[in-house]
Structure formats: C-alpha cells, structure tokens
C-alpha cells in the first residue's frame, strides 16, 4: 500500500527516456501540458544510465538491448557483457517479433544477475554466459519473491502463501491458509518504520524469517471496481485510528529441517514489529519492537531454532512519538559490532554498538540529517553515507571513520547526489543533478574523494523552450526563530510592473520534502506549466515536512495542520510583499496531505484563498489508518480535542472561495469517504465545492490520465483565480 506522501516521491523520481530533440521552427516557445507531464507519450524527459548499478567492483547499464559493463581501473573502461539477444540464447528462447527495445530489467545478486522473464526467474552468469539456475514465476500471481544468499533455492508468495522454490524449476509449499485476512510474507503496518518486504533471508540462506499478518479483528472497507458490468468490490483491511489493529508474529521457517518456528513476541499483540536483522552467524533474529502508542521501542534478540526471547540490547523513547526505519548493519570483520541509525539526539545520525547492547560511540554529529546509509568501505573502518550535512534543500555523499573522528565530503558541489558503492568500499556512483543542470552520471573515488570519469552529461529536454525562471529563499517560520526554504517560480516572459494571480503548491507533511535543489527545484510538471500561463508558483517547506530534525517534525504532533498552516501564512505574507503577486487572487494547491493542508487553509482563511484544489485528501484524521495517525495524533480517545480540530467536514460551513475536491475511487490510502463526507457535510452546510472523481486510480492519478489530472487542475485555476 502506498502511504501518503507517494505524490511527493513522484518530484522526485529519475527519468531515462531519450531526450526529443527540439525541431528548430518551434524554438522560442512553452512546453505544453503534455510535454511537461511524466507519463505522457509526449513527455521531456531527461536522460540518464539506464539501471546503472554496481556488478561487483564494474559497474554496468542498459544501453538500448546490451548491457554494458565497466572497470573503474581499465584504460578501456566499458565493453558489451551481454545483449538481449544472447540472453534469450542462454534461456533457450528465440527473439521474438522485432526484437526488445531495451535489454530485459534485472537485480544484481552477488556477480550475477536475477532476471524474471516468462514464467521464471533466470539466475545468470554474464561473464561465463551461463544460466546458474531458474525458478519458477507465477506472472501477475506472485506477491513477492526472495533469493536465498549463494541462490540454492528461493521462495515466493501466491495467494498469500509461502512456496520454497528449488533451482531445478520445482517448489513446495510452506503453508496452505494463507487468506485476504491472513497474510504470509508480505509487507506489514501500512509501510511505514522503512518496511517494504516481508521476507528475509539469513545471511547463509539456511533460515527464512516472514511477517504472518492476522487481519481477522480489522473490519474491512469496501473498494468498488466499476470495470464489470455490475460493480464488485474489494476488501480492503485497514485499521482507523482508535481501532482494533491487526496482529503481526514472525515465522522462521528451517531449510534442512523443513520446520517453521515462531518467534515468542508475546503480548500485547498490537504492536510493531520492525527493522527485521539478521546476525552475520545466522543463528540470532532481532526485531526492533515498538508498542502501539509508538513512544517506545526496544531491540530485542531472538534464538530463529527456538523462538525464545534472549535480551533486550537496549531501548528508545521519545515523548511525542519514535519512528526506527533502519535495520542493523553489521561492520564488516566485527561481526559483534553493528551500526544504529536513529534520531535519538534529535537528528538522524549513526551510533556504533556490540551485541550486548552497550554503546560504544556515536559516529556522526550535528544539525543535520543522515538520509542513507550507502555502505562500508575500507573493510569497515569507513562508512559512506548521504545527508543534509551542507544544506537541508541539498544531498551530499560523504564518509566518515568508524569512531567518527574523520569525515570526508566527497560530493562538495551543490545539488542533489544520490550514491551507490561498490561492493569492495573502493568506488561511487554519483548521480547528479541541481536547479539548472539535468541528470549526471559520475565515477569517484571514496578514498581520495576524487572524480575518476563522467559516464554520462544528460542533455537539457527543454533548450531553446522559453521556461519560467526557478529561485530558491528562506523566510522565517510562525515562530519567528527557524528559516524555512522556499522555491519560487516566476512567469515566463515576467514584467516586474504586472500584477499575477499566485498559487501555494503544499504539502508540508511528515517524511517529505519539496523544495529540493534538483532540476526545476523538484517541481512538478503541473508547476512548471502554470507558470507559463502567468501564474506566481510558490512552495515552502514548513515545520512539520522531512530532513530538519526532530524538533522541527514535532510541533505537527497531537494538532495537524496547526502549526503547518502558521507557516505557510509567513509564506503568504511573504507574497504579500512582493510587488508583483495580486493579493487578491491567490490560490492553493496540494495532494494528500497537501489536500488536506489546502482544505483546512480554504476553511480557516476564507478571505485570503481564492481559489483552491485539493487530491486525495485527509478530511478526518479518525477515518485514517492507524500507524500514521496515531503516530502524529495519538488515539482518538486519547486526542479527542485534536480529532476534532482536524475535522473539516465540522468546518465546511466556512468555505467561501472555490474548492475543488479530487479523487481516486479506489484509493487505498485515503479512502473515498473522506472526500465524500466533506462534500455531504457541505450540502448541509449550505456551501458548494467542485467535484471530480477518477475511476479505478488509487492515491495518485498515474500514467496518460494525469495529463487529464493536470488539465482539471489547470483550467480550474485559469477559470476561477
């Protein structure tokens, strides 16, 4: 299931797709919609190295139906590895048709690659071309697969089951009542604590470790499919705030015994269980155990033969709520020794511990946020990582000694640099890019911080299109101490001596950020295209959104929207000031919890928006699922006042401007019945918001259709603001 700030990950995704050249007589002139839309067939897309990853200490990417690999230390560093052709030879099957475009996707797993094709999994030897093993796939059926470490058996989940599947293309299945209601080896607690899978492998590939998920005491929501001739539905099992929450144990199940043993978690039932580790040894489970109210959590150990409880290493808690996303990771030669990443001191930073639970130090410091943890290097006396260590609206890559006494920047350019380490801790890949400059593909050195090579300059999609111009600032936030960061994006062909109608795009919600300085600041298409209609295009990152610390995140806590809201009316009162933005016409816009940020602005500041239009969003904290909402509002009956407060449809009597409410009909994240109360409850109230719905999209409007998405929104804005 996605969670809610999906629509936010979607500024951020990297695009691969060719770039279209620009034919001379239509230089000189705006992207349309359609061109600005990801998803469009007439998107502009930069370009990048397609599924460029490590392969060992070589790197290799896609280029069109080969794929090439490259040695960091060759005069010649790139050569063909294997082409598509050669890889339907090695599994027995004939080029089909015209042939693919592009070489099939793959995984990297050890020196090899995993690559699902057909109706199996093709473990394959590139170097050698050889097929190592195949297992075998059941298509669209299949809800997760796992390879083993040293790949001598795999398993998968159909139906909910678990089947261990053997190299020779048999399998056998591990379980036989596996339900909707009860679910085997699949993502569990909606997603969140860095949950995204629930199979894990122990490192000598002897044990599995799988999230059984009971979902008997949820009552389910009714998802409605109109693609039949009469309507079916779909039962969704989604625990509200309040409500009785499903109950989660571990299985381990045993190779060479064929046994499956629980792990004794014990009572309560309704509780978190997370960041599932394994030790290097394989003969000891940890499960970072947080409790429903989400305040505390302990890292307990497990015997994987027993199911005993062994100790608890040690334990967190924090006032308001903890949040652990981060497995164990053990330091290569150390096998005693392992790092913690949490934000115990009130940023996200690295701690190094032993297995008895004792702290033997913290590795990184200071006011900024560790935000990936890339590996180790020189056999684990450094740890590479990425962070917010120059700039909250930056990423930088960096490493640091064990101890923490020595730190190295190795990407000190501004922009945003996204890492992947070589397997032996010797090389980067750096992909870069920032405001003004599209994707960079780069080779460096971690021990001298040096670049060796760029693999790949991206061309600019839009050269010689007339773009808005893009300009970061901070403002001072409602408490009048902390800097918040801003993009603004000004009209193209912009007279300083006009008056422009100003649209707030917000977000402004946990775990998300958008103000970035990447290409176009991180700006959606929909952004980019209202500016070159004559619209002011304005986003700050107020307290309460992601990277900025603890502190910054908690004022949101037990209140949503309060503190948010004060915020972002710096942010108005900041356009206020500027010469050329009418302040009586501006607007405001955002998806999940930014359509909740925009319906709670539109009710509580009638006379200041306009305008405003809101996807997917939250009208009722109470009607949403229980992790996120009691993680940031305590239960309704602990909260009730702040349930309350965050009830819209108590306010829809407020709305003066024009509203329009957008929806996915099957949205599992934020159900319809948001939407649909606050509209009932708006009849009632004698006040009229927009409506549009669309049918069989969940939380986001993806693919051909978001251009429709965008064109709604845009027209709507156009027409009213």
């Known amino acids: 299931m996605m969670n809610i700030r999906t629509l936010a990950l979607l500024a951020m995704a990297t695009t691969t797709l060719a770039v279209t050249e620009l034919p001379a007589q239509e230089q000189h002139r705006s992207p349309t919609l359609e061109e600005y839309t990801l998803g469009s067939p007439k998107a502009l897309r930069r370009t990048s190295l397609r599924s460029l990853r490590w392969l060992g200490s070589d790197y290799v990417y896609i280029d069109s139906t080969r794929l090439v690999i490259g040695t960091p230390t060759a005069a010649h560093p790139e050569k063909t590895l294997l082409s598509q052709d050669e890889f339907l030879a090695i599994i027995g099957e004939a080029t089909k048709g015209a042939g693919a475009k592009y070489f099939t996707p793959f995984s990297v797993v050890d020196e090899g690659l995993l690559i699902p094709f057909g109706k199996k999994h093709y473990l394959i030897d590139p170097q050698t071309k050889k097929q190592l093993a195949a297992f075998e796939r059941a298509g669209r059926a299949e809800q997760a697969f796992a390879l083993a470490p040293r790949a001598k058996h795999a398993v998968a989940v159909r139906d909910n089951n678990l089947f261990l599947l053997l190299p020779d293309g048999s399998s056998k299945q591990l379980t036989t ?6 679910v085997y080896g699949q993502s569990v607690h909606q997603n969140e ?14 044990r599995l470790a799988f999230y059984r998920m009971d979902q008997s005491m949820v009552t389910p929501y009714p998802l409605v499919h109109i693609n039949t001739r009469k309507a079916t539905e779909e039962k969704l099992y989604y625990p509200m705030a309040g409500m009785p929450s499903h109950h989660v144990t571990l299985g381990i199940y045993d190779v060479a015994s064929g046994q499956t043993t629980y792990i004794k978690t014990g009572e309560p039932k309704e509780k978190y269980l997370t960041n599932i580790s394994w ?183 839009e050269a010689g299109f007339i773009n808005p111009e893009i300009t970061f600032g901070t403002i001072k936030a409602a ?23 100003t649209i707030v795009y917000v977000y402004n919600g946990p775990h998300a950020q958008l103000v970035q300085n990447r290409f176009h600041a991180g700006c959606l298409g929909w952004d980019l295209y209202m500016a070159t209609k004559g619209f002011v295009i304005f986003t700050v990152d107020g307290r309460g959104s992601a990277h900025r610390g603890a502190a910054f995140e908690q004022v949101i806590h037990r209140h949503l929207g309060k503190n948010e809201m004060a915020d972002q009316m710096k942010g108005v009162d900041f356009l206020k000031s500027l010469p050329y933005v009418d302040a009586g016409r501006i607007g405001v816009a955002g998806w999940s919890y930014g359509g909740f940020m925009t319906t709670n602005l539109m009710l509580t500041y009638p006379d200041v928006f306009k305008v405003g239009s809101a996807g997917g969003a939250v009208t009722d904290w109470a009607r949403y699922e229980i992790m996120y909402g009691e993680r940031y509002m305590d239960s309704p009956q602990d909260n009730p006042e702040g349930y309350k407060e965050t009830n819209l449809s108590l306010r829809a009597g407020n709305l003066k ?58 027209r709507y804005f156009m027409d009213h603001l």
């Open 657 to 714: 401007g024009r509203l329009l409410l957008i929806h996915g009909t099957i949205d599992p994240t934020v159900v319809w019945q948001h939407t649909q109360l606050f509209v009932d409850a708006c009849v009632k109230a004698g006040t009229y918001p927009d409506y549009m719905i669309y049918p069989e999209h969940k939380h986001n409007v993806l693919g051909v259709d978001r251009v429709h998405l965008n064109y709604t929104m845009a």
């Open 479 to 501: 408490d009048g101490v902390t800097d918040l960061h801003y993009r603004l994006l000004k009209p193209t062909n912009f007279d300083p001596a006009k008056k422009y109608p």
């Open 177 to 182: 009542d596996g339900t909707p209601t009860l």
């Open 279 to 461: 030790a290097p040894d394989s003969k000891t489970v940890y499960i970072a155990e947080v409790n429903r109210e989400q305040n505390h959590m302990d890292l307990k150990a497990y015997d994987p033969a027993t199911g005993d409880y062994l100790k608890t290493l040690f334990s967190e808690h924090n006032d308001k709520y903890i949040e652990p996303q981060w497995p164990m990771r053990f330091i290569p030669g150390r096998d005693k020794e392992f790092v913690w990443q949490t934000r115990r001191d009130g940023y996200t930073h690295l701690y190094r511990y032993n297995v008895d639970g004792k702290l033997l130090g913290q590795i990184t410091r200071g006011e900024w946020e560790i935000t990936d943890f890339l590996g180790f290097a020189d056999g684990g006396k450094t740890i590479v990582y990425s962070s917010t260590q120059l700039s909250p609206i930056d990423r930088v890559i960096a490493s640091v000694s064990i101890d923490g006494r020595k730190t190295r920047i190795l990407t000190p350019q501004a922009g945003w640099h996204v890492g992947q380490l070589s397997s032996d801790g010797k090389y980067l890949l750096d992909t870069y890019e920032s405001l003004k400059n599209p994707t960079e593909n780069r080779l460096l050195s971690v021990a001298t911080g040096k670049p060796i090579a760029t693999l790949y300059q991206s061309k600019d999609p």
């Open 193 to 206: 604590f860095g949950i995204n899978g629930g199979l894990f492998w122990s490192p000598d590939g002897s």
